[in-house]
């Protein structure tokens, strides 16, 4: 009468509260998530949630099942967990580089959770500030690189982790703080702080302001994120933080973050392996673990639909 299923599939509508996001999470359609649905609540009698609820409403049926997913599926994960170390062995190496700093806030979570699970894996992690990454990636010094600017490269596969939107942060009483989104021009009398990367590998010049034609009056750099938001706080310049690094600031009213264009800058999260890495097995735990725990804290994170690269 259950099927497992089901229990994933309740599991994602209440995680994302969206019957959209729940069937690209599940990458199903969205008119094959409502037959899934309507197949669970004829197999029970009842409905399992309220219908155009916002946010959505379960029934105690729904709830019922809830309970049992919360049981179940973490079970389920552990044994194949149990698994793959079976099957590949649960020993190996896991080094990762970071080219996000605001990625810590979810990533030290997942570490944690990996670490428990494959305590027999070497795990190492860097910031990807210090040196160029992708090239360690190749060369096999590094195992994994969370980027969100994927290079082409031979024997380099790029998996995605999810998609968000890349806001501008702006102190309280700055002149721009009432405009509904933000042009390139409004960046040209700014001093716009970002990361110690190339320019070519930021995506506020190559995707906003380098097809405008627009440069910022000055760039500065600065490697930790806290010092950036310090920086804006003060009036000392402007920033693009991915909206859960930003926030994470705005919503204590620390700064105020503003939408990049009409339709806002869209961008998306990758883990960068070297493609025979892809079916060892702590690896592919690594990335399904990454995903839940980004989409549980995380604000404003979408699915990352499209192939893996």
């Known amino acids: 009468m259950i099927d497992l299923r089901h229990l994933r599939t309740l599991h994602a509508l209440r995680e994302t509260d969206s019957l959209h996001e729940a069937a690209e ?60 170390k079976l099957a590949g062995g649960s020993a190996g190496r896991l080094h990762i580089a970071i080219e996000c700093h605001s990625c810590y806030q979810w990533l030290m979570p997942c570490v944690d959770e990996f670490r428990s699970a494959w305590p027999e894996v070497e795990l190492d992690l860097a910031s990807g500030f210090s040196f160029p990454p992708l090239p360690a990636l190749e ?22 982790l999810f998609g968000y939107e ?4 702006i102190d309280n009483h700055h002149a721009l703080r009432d405009k509904p989104y933000l042009e390139p021009s409004d960046i040209a009398h700014q001093t716009l702080i970002t990361y110690p990367i190339e320019r070519t590998r930021l995506d506020i010049f190559t995707r906003f302001l380098d097809p405008a034609d627009v440069e910022p009056a000055q760039v500065r750099t600065s490697e930790l994120t806290v010092m950036m938001m310090q920086l804006v706080a003060s009036g000392r ?35 960068a392996l070297r493609s025979d890495m892809l079916e060892v097995p702590y690896v592919s735990d690594f990335l399904l673990t990454a995903k839940d725990i980004s989409f549980t804290t995380l604000a404003g994170v979408s699915v990352a639909s499209g192939p893996v690269r």
């Open 139 to 160: 060369r096999g010094d590094l195992d994994l690189v969370v980027t969100s600017d994927p290079v082409t490269l031979p024997g380099i596969t790029y998996v995605p």
């Open 237 to 271: 310049g402007v920033c693009r933080p991915p909206n859960w690094g930003g926030h994470e600031y705005s919503s204590r009213g620390y700064v105020t973050a503003k939408r990049l264009g009409e339709h806002g800058l869209q961008a998306r999260l990758y883990a």
């Open 166 to 169: 890349a806001l501008l942060a």
């Open 25 to 84: 999470r599940l990458h199903l359609t969205q008119s094959a998530l409502s037959h899934q649905f309507r197949d669970m609540e004829e197999r029970i009698g009842m409905p399992l949630f309220v219908r155009k609820s916002r946010p959505v409403r379960f029934t105690s049926a729904g709830l019922k099942l809830l309970q049992l997913a919360d049981q179940v599926l973490p079970q389920i994960r552990s044994t194949e967990r149990d698994l793959g």
